[in-house]
Antibody
Framework: EVQLVQSGAEVKKPGESLKISCKGS????????IGWVRQMPGKGLEWMGI????????RYSPSFQGQVTISADKSISTAYLQWSSLKASDTAMYYC???????????WGQGTLVTVSS | EIVMTQSPATLSVSPGERATLSCRAS??????LAWYQQKPGQAPRLLIY???TRATGIPARFSGSGSGTEFTLTISSLQSEDFAVYYC???????????FGQGTKVEIK
């Protein structure tokens, strides 16, 4: 069974750093792109970027380029989403997704809620 | 960036009735369009890809159509579990600049 299991909810202060994770299981982790999708409170879905764990090729949405870093450790089948300096506007639910050839997302993680507040 | 516009924002439907949701792209995305369902407190779920192909396990009452810039998701006979928010997503380009629509909420009339 394909599963994407994300790390737990985080509460941070503005300016702090953060790295959240997404562990894949039940499939060949290095053979599928993994992406991240943001959902701000009460809002819609925004695609942030993707990484191919096999060779770490990474692509970002122009809206998120330079704002976050996506990485992966294929040895432990885990992808990451990282911020160096959080802002209140980063408060959102973040989903990791498995991307199939073409660009749609067939499996979703359960989501990680990130709250940034002073 | 390709802008995806969904209509209506909210659709009020009685159980057993048909629901028709629209998604328009600001430029052609061919058939590179997916639909997702999101229930409160849950992650989205893939319903349709390639504009008209149902994902694994999706009931036949869900159908997708369209190509180019105009797409439709039809739920033939709404069940109680279908009341949710539905998003379309285009994936037409590489390098990717994929975008979602703003969502249509299907509520009980």
């Amino acid at each position: 069974e394909v599963q994407l299991v994300q790390s737990g909810a985080e509460v941070k202060k503005p300016g702090e750093s953060l790295k959240i994770s997404c562990k894949g299981s039940g499939y060949s982790f290095t053979s599928y792109w993994i992406g991240w999708v943001r959902q701000m409170p009460g809002k819609g879905l925004e695609w942030m970027g993707i990484i191919y764990p096999g060779d770490s090729d990474t692509r970002y949405s122009p809206s998120f380029q330079g704002q976050v870093t996506i990485s992966a450790d294929k040895s432990i089948s885990t992808a990451y989403l990282q911020w160096s300096s959080l802002k209140a506007s980063d408060t959102a639910m973040y989903y990791c997704v498995r991307h199939l050839v073409g660009g749609y997302f067939d499996y979703w993680g359960q989501g990680t809620l990130v709250t940034v507040s002073s | 960036e390709i802008v995806m516009t969904q209509s209506p924002a909210t659709l009020s439907v009685s159980p057993g009735e048909r629901a028709t949701l629209s998604c328009r792209a600001s430029q052609s995305v061919s058939s590179n369009l997916a639909w997702y369902q999101q229930k409160p407190g849950q992650a989205p779920r893939l319903l349709i890809y390639g504009a008209s192909t149902r994902a694994t396990g999706i009931p036949a009452r869900f159908s997708g159509s369209g190509s180019g810039t105009e797409f439709t998701l039809t739920i033939s006979s709404l069940q109680s579990e279908d009341f949710a928010v539905y998003y379309c997503q285009q994936y037409n380009n590489w390098p990717p600049t994929w975008t979602f629509g703003q969502g249509t909420k299907v509520e009980i009339k």
